[in-house]
């Protein structure tokens, strides 16, 4: 092999390692990135006294960006909490007053109306819980998930509501159906 | 006829019982998880399960399956009732034996309307 295609050959290799290594790193979690930088700044791997006190900076920015992000999960549960009390208690009420003597058909249609629309909470429940998954998925905290909804989420089945315009419509639904 | 909803949101509990009590249905019964709807399936014979998809640790589509697996259940109307709107869910669902699917949000005309096309009238 000529010298031109040898070092050609060391070239790719390289590359390859150092876009493996990339890819490797792309998988990590946030606690997991603040433990390889916190390791890589030991004077065993690294001598330069300015690179261990940058790593040291960055593993602990990172840290503080993973605080902040376990605080954003416990304000979005507080959130959620929140808003599943205040539907249930507008709900409980809507069903009172429904059957109240005397009240006008008109006035029981409304509460009708506003008990199907309490139905927000489920579906801002679960575009909240999608968010504090994924802080939490970032933030490397372990989600127990049952082997049935891995299963499920691997084949994409598990995505929870859809973005308005993503998505199929009830009669787009009624339609698939009917041609199954 | 005794009515299962399976949801593990108790506000979609209450919201679903009480559009199937306006529509006439009193007796309905609630598990908020797969586990929980089956205990109750196996004590006592239900006419029609509402169900949602997903939920923790057995999902909608986990508990139709094993209920068409077992004869009691094999031919019990059920409806899916879920935010999932993908093809692939309507799809599977459908492979597994879903009686209709109806997606959230939904009001109380679709929920009529599938289960007359599930039941008949009524």
């Known amino acids: 092999m000529g010298s031109i295609q040898k070092s050609t050959k060391q070239a790719v290799e390289a590359g390859n390692q150092f876009f493996s290594t990339i890819q490797d790193r792309a998988h990590l979690t946030m606690a997991e990135l603040v433990k390889v930088l916190k390791n890589s700044a030991k004077p065993e791997f690294c001598h330069d006294e300015k690179h261990q006190k940058e790593r040291l900076v960055l593993a602990a920015q990172l840290q503080a960006i993973m605080d902040d992000l376990e605080h954003m999960v416990e304000e979005l549960n507080e959130v959620r909490d929140a808003s599943a009390q205040a539907t249930d208690a507008i709900l409980e009420l809507a069903g009172n007053a429904q059957q109240i003597d005397g009240v006008p058909e008109a006035a029981v249609d409304m509460m009708s109306e506003i008990v199907q629309h309490c139905s927000f909470q489920d579906i801002t429940g679960q575009r909240l819980k999608k968010i504090e998954k994924f802080f939490a998925r970032i933030a490397g905290q372990d989600i127990e998930t049952s082997d049935i909804r891995k299963a499920e989420d691997a084949k994409g089945l598990l995505d929870g509501p859809a973005l308005s315009g993503d998505g199929l419509s009830q009669s787009d639904i009624d339609r698939l159906l009917n041609d199954m | ?122």
């Open chain 2, 1 to 122: 006829m005794s009515v299962l909803v399976v949801d593990d949101y108790a506000t979609m509990v209450k919201i679903i019982k009480t559009l199937l009590q306006q529509l006439g249905f009193n007796n309905v019964d609630a598990a908020n998880s797969g586990p929980q709807a089956l205990e109750l399936i196996g004590k006592k014979e239900y006419g029609l399960i509402i169900s949602d998809w997903n939920m923790e640790p057995m999902t909608g589509l986990e508990l139709l399956k094993k209920l068409r697996a077992e004869e009691k259940t094999s031919k019990t109307p059920f409806i899916m009732v879920t935010a999932e709107s993908k093809t692939e869910n309507v799809i599977e669902a459908k492979k597994a034996g879903v009686s209709n699917y109806i997606v959230k949000p939904f009001n109380a005309n679709v929920l009529k309307e599938k289960l007359t096309a599930v039941l008949g009238p009524f």
